[in-house]
């Protein structure tokens, strides 16, 4: 990455990077911070997953044969708060900083030190977290949900919950009015709103959402962290609170939290699928009016997580049809790419392949979760394994293969070598037969009744748990050919890119050089308006 | 470049401002969301939840045609050491009628202990109709060593409770609010189950 | 073609499984609303089913006939205000079909007027606490000794040899059959979930509240069940089993019942 482009930044005198680790610690290069952002995701995928495969083997047969029961719940409680807060989300972070600049012609991102706080919030939350695992009582293992008043017979741990779910939130939202900032202030100069990609557009709507509903958890932990030890009583019912309350103002913000982890996803969908179906993507604008609509959908449906605590019939009704509604934009989505392939020229690159089977994945997991808003359904199927087998197909299938897409479609521009396609295909094919096999037998299982977060469990329920714990083993091993891939492409053993890396896309990030120069768009671009496909 | 770079940082720190407001006013909106539940709670009923202050109490005519079956449940939370019980099952009421109901809880201990009742109503939407113009729930209750007390409740059912509700439930749960604190484990087994 | 790969995989492995008990679907149930619940579950899947055919079909259609392999020339149209406007109302209409049934079946969950008999559940980590209303009979119901004996880790004993293993309780609930149960759940300490998927009942068990549902089972027989919600260490090892019996052996139960907590209460007064 050498300065091959004259630097004019005011606040550098230097052309590149410094040299060793101040470069990181002290980095305000939107690529750096990206790039660290992503390394981060990966290596709490890892951990994140290592914690599934603890699951999944005590999961394999019925009897308890290598973790004790309050292990187990460790392990479901850390396996969630990673993958949500370690791993999908500041994957989509760092995708964000890494490509939200470059998509919109602007140098870097608005506020770079800022960006650096953000990023380095993050190590020292997880690091935090992880030491619970140490800890007399161990790590939290109420689940990442959090509900009193299980999670106040945490031992130790729980300030140390309560504080790195803090430092999480206030990454998120440095991080997100970063984002915000940058995509109102620093567009190129003849890009309007509406022209912006679809990948800018779902990240400055997740923004706004994490900036509405980071806050509010950080509001609903503090609550638990002055209930325990500062004599409050919000969630106590002996001191006039209520434990179903927090379960509300947690869903508050849990539900936009699962819009927050697939928007983006939509967003990278939204640029794949034009890029390899060679035409441009399907009504671009009813795409961000579906978006706009999910986002503001997802705050007024929380109680449908809920619905079994009792609640007024009208209330169940109202969020049954509030709930159902989300089908709606949803669907609008999933047909608007259909349309964009609708009589393209489609190519299948790993990229493309990632992004297809989210779009079969992720709308198998749409339909479970159409069934799960049907009120006396849902009332079975509520913590059950059948919503694990829905959750898991939304974020696994749905979240991460999206990252996978963008990290396969992007990662030429930042290293500017190609990955090998076999070794790409390998891996998608290993992950997409995997992932099936591990959670399509779950909802077999929810529905003959296994619930959710045991660490044992019938005979009955032995076959398809093992079906599953096998293609959870699989998969996880399929996922070390992805950091292969990344690793090779870092050190530039593919063959070298071109500027635009793929067949004609749009965009202004394949006007720059393959790999990107440390600094780009200096000076905006004169034109950003997307030519049509030729 | 820095011609057009200026102002856009005046506007990026204005915006950001503004976006940390923002941000800021969300988490007293997370604590907005508690007294908004209650007040949710209080109109609709929600969690069985019933008046925390004394009722006024409103001259109704008594309804002496509807008969309600009214039911009493006591509870004591995580093995504290109470006797708590009703001193009857059940009662039958007319809606707009003042009925008085007599619970009765023993201090098992020989110490000092302070209870907290928290009542509960079932089905929820006769929360809102179940009006207690005098409960021992209102304050916490100090007991001595090995005290037994009778506690009354003097309430009215709302003559608007709606027509298909024929039974109500009212239930206590007993909690020694010195646990409020102390989180420490739950005693399992060891202690005295009191129903 | 992946979830026929998968499902092909299934049915391969079920076809060896020596024990296999494959139960793909929810239980039909016992009770006069479970079949309903039943109706409408299977009713959702059938439409997810049936747009899954057209939408997956369009899309295959599409992966096979516009390939740019197969020398497919790209076509330039990129909105079409007709289609979003078919493709908003359609999913809205069908949502609708979904939402009367489903809302019909809510108000009647949501009756329980005159039950025949009113059961307080009290959930405690971990185990349940039954107490019949207006009658003296109330009763601990704990995870079976043979099953909390294998589920230690390292017992040695192997869960197939176990009846019911985890699904056994030492004490279970008895109802009778065709009779109105209503059911009135507290908890002791956290919040669980009582959940029978034969009575197509689960409600959560809340610290000071008191939440209400109700059952009627047709059909007698020995139901089973698990705390839905996660509650502690021990959340997988609290049981529900609800044996539903004929009216007059409810009562002979009943009796015996009574008589046993007599003798307890006599027995108590010796010690004392």
Avoid at chain 3, 46 to 52: L, N
Avoid at chain 3, 164 to 175: K, S
Avoid at chain 3, 183 to 211: R, Y
Avoid at chain 3, 248 to 257: D, H, K, P, R, S
């Amino acid at each position: 990455m050498s300065a091959t482009v004259a630097d004019t930044h005011a606040e550098h005198e230097h052309h590149g990077p410094v040299a060793g680790w101040r470069r990181w610690l002290y980095a305000t290069n939107h690529k750096d911070i990206g790039t660290m952002y992503l390394i981060l995701s990966l290596i709490m995928f890892f951990v994140g997953g290592v914690m599934a495969l603890i699951i999944r083997t005590e999961l394999f047969s019925p009897g308890l044969q290598f973790v004790n029961p309050a292990f187990f719940n460790q392990m479901t409680t850390m396996h969630a708060l990673i993958m949500v807060f370690g791993a999908v989300m500041p994957a989509f972070v760092g995708l964000a900083n890494w490509m939200v600049p470059l998509m919109i012609g602007a140098p870097d991102m608005a506020l770079p030190r800022m960006n650096n706080w953000s990023f380095w919030i993050l190590p020292v939350a997880f690091a935090m977290l992880a030491s619970t695992l140490f800890m007399p009582g161990g790590a939290p293992a109420s689940g990442w949900t959090m509900y009193p008043p299980l999670v106040l017979q945490t031992g130790d741990a729980f300030p140390f919950l309560i504080f790195s779910v803090h430092l999480l939130g206030i990454s998120s939202i440095m991080g997100a009015i970063n984002i915000i900032v940058t995509i109102v202030n620093m567009r190129a100069p003849d890009m309007s709103l509406l022209k912006m990609p679809m990948f800018v557009w779902t990240w400055l709507i997740t923004a706004y959402l994490l900036l509405a509903v980071m806050p509010v958890l950080a509001g609903a932990v503090t609550m638990l962290l002055t209930d325990q030890f500062f004599g409050t009583s919000f969630f106590l019912a002996a001191g006039g609170g209520d434990p179903v309350m927090f379960q509300h103002i947690f869903w508050f913000f849990g539900h936009p939290e699962v819009y927050i982890m697939i928007l983006p996803a939509f967003g990278v969908v939204s640029e794949i699928i034009p890029t390899f179906s060679r035409k441009p993507l399907f009504g671009h604008d009813s795409m961000v009016y579906a978006a706009s609509s999910i986002a503001f959908l997802s705050f007024i449906v929380w109680a449908h997580h809920m619905f079994t605590t009792g609640m007024p019939l009208t209330g169940q009704l109202f969020f049954m049809f509030a709930t159902m509604l989300i089908a709606v934009p949803t669907g609008v989505k999933v047909f608007n790419w259909t349309a964009t392939m609708w009589r393209g020229a489609m190519s299948f690159e790993t990229p493309m392949l990632f992004a297809l089977a989210f779009l079969f994945l992720f709308t198998i997991g749409g339909f479970s979760g159409l069934m799960l808003a049907i009120v006396p359904a849902d009332i079975q199927y509520h913590d059950s394994y059948f919503v694990v087998a829905h959750f898991h197909y939304v974020l696994v299938p749905g979240s991460v293969f999206a990252v996978m897409a963008a990290v396969y479609y992007w990662m030429p521009k930042w290293t500017g070598h190609y990955y090998d396609e076999r070794m790409g295909k390998l891996h998608f094919w290993l992950s997409t037969i995997f992932v099936n096999v591990t959670f399509f037998p779950m909802h077999f299982l929810g529905l003959a009744g296994m619930p959710r977060r045991i660490p044992d469990y019938s005979t009955q329920f032995a076959d398809f748990n093992s079906i599953a714990s096998i293609g959870a083993i699989g998969f996880g091993l399929s996922q070390l050919l992805f950091a292969y891939n990344v690793i090779q492409c870092v050190r530039k053993k593919g063959s070298t890119a071109t500027d635009a890396v793929w067949d004609q896309p749009q965009g202004l990030e394949w006007t720059v050089p393959s790999p990107a120069p440390y600094h780009t768009f200096e000076t905006p671009p004169t034109s950003s308006v997307k030519t049509t496909f030729s | 470049m820095r011609d057009t770079k200026q102002p856009k940082n005046d506007d990026s720190k204005s915006l950001a401002g503004r976006l940390v407001f923002l941000a800021v006013a969300m988490f007293g909106f997370g604590f907005l969301l508690v007294p908004i539940y209650d007040a949710f709670c209080e109109i609709t009923g929600l969690g069985g939840k019933t008046n925390s202050i004394a009722a006024t109490e409103v001259a109704t005519e008594v309804e002496q045609d509807r008969e309600i079956n009214l039911e009493f449940v006591t509870t004591v939370n995580q093995y504290a050491p109470w006797e708590f019980h009703s001193q009857v099952k059940e009662m039958t009421v007319h809606p707009g009628g003042m009925y008085e109901a007599i619970f009765i809880a023993r201090n098992l201990t020989d110490e000092v202990k302070i209870a907290q009742a928290v009542p509960s109503v079932a089905p929820q939407i006769a929360a809102k109709h179940f009006r207690k113009l005098e409960c021992f729930c209102f304050t916490s209750q100090e007991f001595a060593p090995g005290e037994e007390k009778e506690m009354p409740v003097r309430f009215i059912v709302d003559s608007d409770l709606p027509d298909y509700i024929d039974t109500i439930t009212l239930s206590y749960t007993f909690f020694d609010t010195a646990r409020i604190t102390d989180n420490s484990a739950v005693e399992h087994g060891t202690s005295h189950v009191t129903r | 073609m992946i979830r026929k790969l998968c499902l092909a995989a299934l049915v391969l492995l079920g076809s060896t499984g020596a024990n296999a008990d494959w139960a793909l679907n929810m239980p039909k149930g016992v009770t006069t609303l479970s079949a309903e619940t039943y109706a409408i579950h299977m009713m959702v899947f059938w439409w997810c089913v049936a747009i899954a055919v057209i939408v997956f079909g369009v899309m295959i259609y599409s992966l096979i006939r516009h390939r740019k392999a197969a020398g497919a020339v790209p076509a330039k149209f990129s909105h079409s205000m007709t289609a979003e406007i078919i493709w908003t109302t359609i999913p809205i209409v069908i949502l609708l079909i979904m939402t009367v049934p489903s809302a019909e079946l809510l108000i009647k969950l949501e009756d329980s007027r005159d039950p025949d008999i009113t059961v307080v559940t009290t959930a405690y980590q971990w185990r349940w606490h039954y107490a019949y209303q207006g009658e003296d009979v109330e009763f601990f119901s704990s995870l079976s000794r043979t099953s909390a004996a294998a589920r230690r880790k390292g017992s040695g004993i192997d869960p197939e040899t176990v009846d019911n293993y985890l699904l056994d309780v030492d004490r279970p609930l008895v109802v009778p059959k065709g009779a109105k149960v209503r059911f009135l759940l507290t908890s002791n300490d956290v919040v669980h979930a009582w959940w029978v998927p034969e009575l197509s009942i689960k409600k959560d068990a809340i610290p000071g509240f008191m939440n209400e549902t109700w059952f009627k089972a047709e059909v007698a027989g020995v139901y089973r069940g698990q705390c839905a919600e996660l509650c502690g260490m021990d959340h997988g090892y609290m049981p529900i089993v609800v044996e539903v019996v004929e009216p007059e052996a409810y009562q002979a139960w009943l009796v015996n019942e009574k008589d046993r907590v007599a003798q307890v209460a006599v027995a108590d007064g010796e010690i004392r």
